[in-house]
């Protein structure tokens, strides 16, 4: 899977626009356009990190903290 597909399943799953996602991340809306569009790829790090914070996010939610 490429990297423009990892980052856009990662925004979809949670159910973002990429405006949402972007105030969510910290990552500007344009930035998010272009490497979903393939026109730009994020260092390696980025989806792992992105996908890794979502996670957290999700288990602090179960916890109900």
Do not use: C
Not at 30 to 39: G, M, P, S, V
């Amino acid at each position: 899977m490429s990297t423009a597909n990892i980052i856009k399943e990662l925004r979809t799953t949670i159910g973002m626009t990429r405006k949402e996602f972007s105030v969510h991340t910290g990552i500007p809306v344009r930035t998010l356009e272009d490497w979903e569009a393939a026109r730009r790829k994020p260092p390696e790090y980025i989806p792992k990190l992105i996908e890794y914070q979502l996670r957290f996010e999700k288990l602090m939610k179960e916890k109900g903290e």
